[in-house]
């Protein structure tokens, strides 16, 4: 076996995708792994035109680096997409070098094509991801900041990180739902629970949690949670959980996949006090709720206790689907 044979020996058994062109830029040799690629016939390599493969919008793309390789004989790289034999169009990087006879003549280009598809769609994934994370991030600052801000304004100074820190756990419980379902809808069910957990709520037997399957997107998620973490803090300082015989009943019913009712009653053995003025608690439970969600929010200090409720008819198909259970 000379060197020209092994050479074309080695090519051909590599899983690296290698070519060949002459000084015109028509195809000399492909190997194995080009030739599945494209689908040519070894018995047909004369006839088959490679730039015919090139997805439209990547000829300007290529045309320039190729014509200035072949008229100065010098390197080139570049990403192209080209059509597979399958149909699918692939990034291939074409790293190229100019080929010489011993007179020095030029003969053509030969070089390797890199299939870097998955590899580019890997780096979009990434960007992707990281704008979204920086977009969550900041919209959490935001609300972090609004909440120390009117914490602070409702606050005395003496109870203010008390009561900041209650606040941003039950924030930081409503994220961790949304963390664990990568940022999708999460189950109305399990929000509420995971804000009664914050005060030591979630097993009381005063409490009764009932309703179906429904799920809630991670823009509307954010601010029922903030509202439950204020209903659930007020009825343990205040309300039926304050009282050995107070009673709780959440409950939901959805009147379709996007239309629900969330109800927060509270009944207690005594008469309840009304607060003085509406504090900062008031503010997540009716007001940014309404800004936040397609609704009717309800807020009644009755007599015997609290009785809260979240009326949506949502617009957006995002707002919540009823899910299997």
């Known amino acids: 076996m000379n060197d020209d044979d092994l050479a074309i020996a080695v090519a ?98 030969a070089g390797v094509n890199i299939d870097v598809t998955d590899q580019r769609a890997a ?30 304004r409702s606050s005395l100074p003496e109870t203010f990180l008390d009561t900041f820190a209650a606040r941003l756990s039950g924030l930081a419980a409503s994220n961790d739902l949304l963390v664990a379902q990568d940022w999708s809808s999460v189950h109305l069910a399990d929000l509420v629970i995971g804000q009664l957990r914050t005060i030591g709520a979630d097993e009381d037997l ?57 109800e927060w009653d509270e009944n207690l053995p005594s008469t309840l006090t009304l607060p003085e003025r509406k504090g900062f608690g008031h503010v997540v439970m009716v007001d940014m709720v309404k800004r936040a969600i397609e609704g009717q929010v309800n807020f009644e200090f009755r007599p015997s206790g609290v009785l809260w409720r979240l009326t949506v008819e949502a617009t957006d198909p995002a707002t919540a689907t009823t899910a299997e259970s």
């Open 123 to 152: 780096e979009e994934q990434s960007r992707y991801l990281l704008g979204e994370i920086n977009h969550r991030t900041k919209n959490l600052l935001a609300v972090v900041q609004a909440i120390a801000r009117n914490t602070a």
């Open 206 to 262: 005063r409490v009764t949690i009932d309703g179906p399957p429904i799920l809630v997107s991670p823009r509307h998620a954010q601010v029922i949670g903030m509202a439950m973490h204020e209903l659930a803090t007020n009825s343990l300082k205040h309300g039926a959980l304050a009282h050995p015989e107070g009673q709780l009943r959440i409950a939901w019913s959805g009147a379709s996949d996007a239309n629900w009712v969330l």
């Open 12 to 109: 051909e058994t590599t899983p690296a995708m290698l070519w060949m062109g002459d000084e015109n830029g028509r195809c000399l040799f492909l190997n194995e792994a080009l030739r599945k690629f494209w689908g040519v016939d070894p018995e047909n390599l004369d006839a088959f035109v490679w730039s015919s493969t090139l997805h439209p919008d990547d000829i300007e793309t290529l045309q320039a680096p190729f014509v200035q390789a072949m008229r100065d004989h010098t390197p080139f790289s570049v990403e192209a997409r080209y059509r597979r034999a399958d149909g699918a169009f692939r990034i291939m990087r074409t790293q190229a070098n100019p080929r010489f006879d011993k007179a020095g003549r030029f003969l053509g280009m």
